[in-house]
């Protein structure tokens, strides 16, 4: 089984990038199963739920959030009738949406998706090693390919929770951040791990942010309002190839497609 995960879709260029060459990277790539994090597809802040059924409709089949899906309220009443847009399995109980998803390929591959926050420079929410252990006790045995985006600030919290899960999980993907990272490995259990996958988004930016806004807060200290920047966009990605029988990963490839 190959799986594609997209990382963080920044705004409106990052979807267009999307639109434009989600489909040519599914055929080249051969790809089974697609994720992608969009917790900011909308105006680089949150998403709503026409953005929702715009990235779904392009051939997305889960899509992850992270600390930025409240941003758009509108979300609110939607998201638990979309199970399809999951948000982290870690927020407390009465949190509107689903932590995690379970699914079938074309070919009748079960999978599950499963979304998690860090605790480190973000909300002090519920622990997400303890969390990721709950529910997978919870899965069925037969579901081998477990998918897990990890939303969070540092690199050491990131790795932490790979060593956790090493051999319980066929992936563990970081983001949050928009920077990619260049430490992709596969531990010894079978679990493939990178820190951060990076943004698909605006890269002549900061983070995705136009750069004059973004400064001047750092300058002077004062908050201007940030919007999302449109030069050098990329599709930041990353290729997972497991085996569907034992869920174990057996190769991981980051990718960057610049757009136009």
């Known amino acids: 089984m190959r799986i594609l995960f997209i990382g963080d879709i920044f705004g409106s260029p990052g979807r267009r990038i999307v639109a434009d060459h989600l489909q040519d990277m599914v055929r080249s790539h051969q790809a089974d199963l697609v994720i992608a994090n969009g917790e900011n597809a909308a105006a680089g802040f949150g998403l709503t739920p026409r953005v929702t059924e715009e990235l779904l409709g392009l051939g997305i089949d889960v899509l992850t959030s992270g600390n930025h899906i409240w941003d758009k309220k509108e979300i609110l009443d939607y998201i638990g009738s979309q199970p399809r847009l999951i948000r982290p399995a870690n927020y407390p109980d009465g949190v509107p949406g689903a932590g995690w998803y379970t699914g079938s390929t074309r070919a009748g591959v079960p999978y599950a998706v499963i979304n998690l926050q860090g605790r480190t420079h973000l909300p002090n929410i519920d622990c997400p090693f303890r969390k990721a252990d709950a529910i997978l006790a919870a899965l069925p045995d037969a579901t081998r390919i477990r998918f897990i985006d990890f939303h969070a600030e540092v690199t050491s919290e990131k790795i932490a929770f790979c060593w956790h899960l090493e051999g319980r999980v066929t992936a563990i993907i970081g983001t949050h951040t928009h920077v990619p990272t260049a430490d992709e490995r596969i531990l010894a259990g079978g679990t493939a791990c990178l820190t951060d996958v990076g943004m698909t988004g605006p890269y002549d930016s900061v983070i995705g942010a136009d750069k004059k806004a973004a400064l001047g807060r750092f300058l002077h200290a004062i908050p201007h309002r940030l919007e999302p920047a449109t030069g050098d966009v ?27």
């Not at 990329?234 to 136009?260: C, F, K, N, P, Y």
């Open 234 to 260: 990329r599709l930041a990605a990353v290729l997972i190839d497991a085996d569907d029988e034992t869920g174990r990963a057996l190769s991981i490839r980051r990718l960057m497609l610049r757009g136009d």
